[in-house]
Each structure stands twice: as structure tokens, then as C-alpha cells.
């Protein structure tokens, strides 16, 4: 299967009418999948990565498991004309404050943000929620970031990568 998207790319250039949410020149229907460990949102800049008779997985250009691989990468592109939401990673370091997460669903609520989900790591000075939220583009994360970051008790606020193969 990897020899028929390596023969895809270079025998079909054509610009194609596509509506996927990710764009791979000259082909229209491949299998496409976000990386989990960096999970790309629409606006960050993108790589592909072709799998082993599993299609084309997208990672974040920064992402640490492809960061020095040279071999079977292709370049990948946003298409702008699809609307669709995608998972990102966000940790927030808080004071120990009772309600955060009440204020925290509320910001989501306002932005039209969806929390998919919500990991609590207590510690004796501050609590830590890993969150995944549901953003349609960096804009919008970013914009969210900002907010909950000027909120009360806020240490920190981060969008990060996991680490996983």
C-alpha cells in the first residue's frame, strides 16, 4: 500500500477538489489520521507522514516522533474550506481554589469551546488540570489560552505535545 501513495504522489498532480480537512497534492482519497501525540489543529504548520499500509498520519511540523525522520514524509496542507473541530492538549496550573472548574467549564461555555476531557493532578500547592478541548483552528485555542490564563488564581497555561509511540 505504501508503493500505491508514493505512486499517487508522483504520477497524479492535478489539483483536486477536495473535501477533506487535510490536502495531500494529487490525491483525493487516501486514508487520512491526526498524530495523537501532537494532535494538529487547523493553523498549525503540518507534515505528513506515510504509514505502513495505514494511509497518511498528520503530525505538527515540531512534533518530537518525527522531528528526525527523513524518510516516507510528504508535505501536507490545511484546506481552509472545511469547518471542523479537532482535540488539543492544554495544562492548567491553578492555585488551590474551590469552583475553578465551574469558572473553567463557564469560559469554555462562552467561547463555544467543548471539554472532552478533564484529568485533576492534585498537588499540595496547586492543582494541575490536564484538559483536551475542542477548537476549530489555533486562532481560537490561542485566544481561549489568553482568557483562562488572565483568570484568577492562573499560574500557568500551556498547549503541549504528549509523549507517546
Known amino acids: 500500500k505504501e508503493e500505491i501513495v508514493i505512486d499517487k504522489l508522483t504520477t497524479n498532480n492535478k489539483n483536486i477538489n477536495n473535501k ?49 525522520i527523513e524518510e516516507r514524509i510528504i508535505p501536507v496542507s490545511w484546506n481552509y474550506n472545511v469547518q471542523n473541530r479537532y482535540p488539543a492538549n492544554i495544562i492548567i496550573k491553578v492555585e488551590k481554589k474551590d469552583n475553578f472548574l465551574l469558572e473553567l467549564i463557564s469560559k469554555t461555555s462562552s467561547y463555544n469551546i467543548n471539554i472532552q476531557a478533564i484529568n485533576t493532578i492534585n498537588n499540595i500547592d496547586y492543582n494541575v488540570y490536564d484538559l483536551i478541548v475542542m477548537v476549530e483552528d489555533t486562532d481560537k485555542l490561542n485566544k481561549f489560552i489568553t482568557v483562562v490564563n488572565q483568570m484568577k488564581n492562573v499560574i500557568e497555561v500551556e498547549r503541549i505535545i504528549k509523549w507517546e509511540w
Open 20 to 68: 477533506n480537512d487535510i490536502i495531500v497534492d494529487g490525491i483525493d482519497e487516501i486514508k487520512i489520521t491526526f498524530a495523537s501525540c501532537c494532535r494538529p489543529i487547523k493553523g498549525d504548520e503540518i507534515i505528513g507522514y506515510i504509514t505502513k499500509g495505514n494511509g497518511i498520519t498528520v503530525h505538527r511540523s515540531n512534533c518530537h516522533n518525527i522531528m528526525d
